[in-house]
């Protein structure tokens, strides 16, 4: 077994519990984003994170904090982002 079974083994529940949460948002009556960041680092602002709709980063593994409060505030005026999970990543 390879590192990143190991890894996908561990963190079964977490995930299983995001998508639980990701669908009583998505069952809600108003308008919602959820974000994924990956790692969350504690680095400066770079402002050049990538962003997927609808989807997690490919390859994506870590993130400033300061880059998931920009990618918030962007998501919030962004039409594309409603209603939608949005993967956010460096």
Do not use: F
């Amino acid at each position: 077994m390879g590192p990143g079974e190991v890894l996908r083994r561990l963190l079964r529940d977490v995930n299983a519990d995001l998508a639980v949460m990701e669908a009583a948002v998505a069952a809600g009556r108003t308008e919602w984003t959820v974000v994924r960041p990956p790692r969350l680092q504690d680095k400066p602002h770079t402002g050049s994170y990538r962003r997927v709709i609808g989807a997690n980063v490919p390859g994506g593994s870590v993130i400033p904090r300061a880059d998931v409060a920009d990618a918030l505030l962007t998501a919030l005026t962004d039409p594309a982002c409603t209603c939608r999970a949005v993967g956010v990543a460096t």
